[in-house]
């Protein structure tokens, strides 16, 4: 009998269970332009089932893919030069994409253009159930204001978006708490504002009265020294606590206290500003983890007396500095993610620290799972 | 003798100047990145001669080109699949672009992207002499504000970009005034403060103390009501008079009369803003027209007594009404620019009507020439 190896099986297994699911699932022809596509531009498309229809125009091409999802889907060619095809069925939310045309990596032409994966590149809006509250709904809004400035540290010019709530000009007497809020690895400081939708999630929250009206500043999470070529998780702290927080509690109306003053990231920002707030405990007294821990990307028991230098060796201490520790992840993330925060949230229970874990449903590593970690996370913040 | 026509001389001529200029003059291997690339992208690249050098990888491509400035250049593949060309030399400061790859236009995966010729496109950015204007200096810098609103004239959505000057957020009593800013056909709302850098010119003026501290309101010109196909000049005036500005002087600190009111645009913008200005004496004081008059496209000699509904007749009732009557172009626009700009000034200067006439040297119907448009008239503002 023939053997075959595991990886074999595996990869067998994988593309009938493509086939399969591509020949059980008619497509439904229900598509319609994406949400977050150029003005006027009908292409690409999305259905019902999530699946993504693209077309571009390349005449003399002999080769145009898709590039979604970690999968490379050919497309072909009609009589009029246009080639097109559709995906897989997506997961709800936001997607980066790119397409690939004779080799070369490049925007799909329909698109806006989104910060990510080292690039500004194409992304794609499957509608979720829940969109409603990240939608552009009839509610006063806030402004995202671009924030340039001269970091000493770095001997460079940095930028940050500032989200002020739709009360910040009116009230101009009234002072209010910060979330500081960090993008993940290959992202930058556009991402909350852009595909996070960080604005319209704190627009509609204020609005509904689910979260107090607060200052958002979106910064960029790498920084180095000159000479150095690697950015550094300290060298980002030290900007932050030297430069960013000072320059916003000069610049805007901010109560410059730890009590209101909370900070968050997705996914490396979430390594990030768990560092910067175990270190900082006299500035910081909430924090938002989404998708991301200090311990990533292990698995392994965490030693308290250890990690992090045992900041979080003193849970009394911490559970009296730490108002809010709250972590999020989606339930369809890939590894090392879940087994990470898993370590970490059991050594938080062990240690008997106090947090909110939040799950989102059917979202993996991308922006949806980030969106509902704030939206469930700013609710929480300066309430008492 | 055999004849030609005057086309096939001047192509022949055109061609043959082509071929002169780029067998005359040495590509100088001084090529540096463009300033308007992506963080870490090395192509593409500009020389001291104004030349664009491309590099994109595309192995199985059989044509890929640079299309520039009217210009299709073919690039030559290297051995490794990567296609390089050099263009001629292009005039200083800001082009869009794209890339050809076998049929398919695209933008350059290298450089930021830049709303232009209706579309989300690359820009390459020729280093000009005088840059030092719209140069990120150390200078107190001022915001850029998304302002998201509701338009119940277009029943939709709309945005602008709000600059707020680096002392706006220090002085809360003090009340600003306000100049709006209009961009060209086929671009939008980012154009001024993204290719534009008209955040960055006020910052520069303002620190000099040449410029008056002042808001500067950068919307979209393109306005129709529901179910109408075409935007419309006369929707959009309805739009700006009736929502915007109320809206600015709502959510900001104006000083909310004509006097402090400036209105400007760069061609389509320009053509905009004369009707709008005209229209409406009582709201604005101050005028600029970049490239651009209402009576854009034709050269004939003006009849001021049916131009605009004989706005321009009494020009003594204009020059006690406008403070600032500012128009300024390129010294190298294309027609129709140069003839209907000219046949505009040209009824000015018959009628007695005070203006201001501004030539930027050796700039087109592009960037730079708007950029230094904008660093003479903001000075002229508000100043009496």
């Known amino acids: 009998m023939k053997q075959y190896s595991v990886k074999t099986v595996l990869v067998l297994l994988f593309s009938f269970s493509l086939c399969w699911s591509q020949?059980?699932?008619?497509?439904?022809?229900?598509?319609k332009s994406s949400s977050v596509n150029q003005p006027g531009k009908e292409y690409p498309k999305v259905n019902s089932q999530g699946r993504v229809l693209v077309r571009i125009e390349a005449k003399e091409a002999k080769n145009v893919q898709l590039d979604l999802g970690g999968i490379k889907?050919?497309?072909?060619?009609?009589?009029?030069?246009?080639?097109?095809g559709v995906s897989l069925p997506q997961d709800k939310g936001f997607h980066y994409?790119?397409?690939?045309?004779?080799?070369?990596?490049?925007?799909?032409?329909?698109?806006?253009?989104?910060?990510?994966?080292?690039?500004?590149?194409?992304g794609i809006e499957v509608p979720a159930p829940d969109r409603d509250f990240y939608a552009l709904k009839n509610v006063p809004h806030g402004l995202v204001s671009e924030n340039i400035y001269f970091s000493k540290i770095t001997n460079s010019w940095r930028r940050c978006f500032v989200y002020t709530p739709a009360d910040y000009d009116q009230n101009t007497k009234k002072r209010y708490p910060v979330l500081y809020l960090q993008h993940g690895s290959f992202e930058d400081e556009t991402g909350w504002s852009v595909q996070?939708?960080?604005?319209?999630?704190?627009?509609?929250?204020i609005s509904d009265k689910k979260a107090v009206p607060m200052i958002v500043v979106m910064d960029n999470g790498y920084a180095s020294k000159e000479g150095e070529t690697n950015a550094s998780f300290s060298v980002f702290e030290e900007v932050m606590t030297h430069e960013i927080i000072p320059m916003i509690d000069t610049k805007f109306r901010t109560i410059s206290d730890a009590?209101?003053?909370?900070?968050?990231?997705?996914?490396?920002?979430?390594?990030?500003?768990?560092?910067?707030?175990?270190?900082?405990?006299?500035?910081?007294s909430s924090y938002g983890g989404f998708s991301g821990t200090s311990n990533y990307p292990t698995?392994?028991?965490?030693?308290p007396s250890k990690f992090?230098?045992?900041?979080?060796?003193?849970?009394?201490?911490?559970?009296?500095?730490?108002?809010?520790?709250f972590l999020g992840m989606g339930t369809k993330e890939p590894i090392p993610f879940p087994n990470s925060i898993g370590a970490f949230t059991a050594m938080l229970t062990k240690q008997g620290v106090d947090y909110v874990f939040y799950e989102s449903p059917n979202t993996a590593h991308e922006w949806l799972t980030w969106r509902r970690c704030l939206n469930q996370f700013a609710p929480l913040l300066f309430k008492n």
């Open 23 to 31: 020949v059980d699932e008619e497509i439904i022809q229900d598509f």
């Open 73 to 84: 889907y050919n497309l072909t060619k009609d009589d009029k030069g246009f080639w097109s």
């Open 97 to 122: 994409y790119q397409l690939n045309i004779d080799g070369a990596s490049v925007p799909d032409p329909g698109t806006l253009y989104f910060y990510g994966a080292g690039r500004l590149g194409s």
């Open 196 to 205: 996070g939708k960080a604005n319209l999630i704190l627009d509609n929250l």
């Open 259 to 284: 009590k209101h003053r909370a900070i968050a990231g997705l996914s490396m920002g979430a390594n990030q500003t768990m560092r910067i707030l175990m270190n900082n405990l006299d500035l910081f």
């Open 299 to 303: 698995a392994e028991e965490i030693d």
């Open 308 to 325: 992090l230098n045992g900041k979080f060796n003193d849970a009394k201490k911490i559970n009296q500095k730490i108002n809010v520790l």
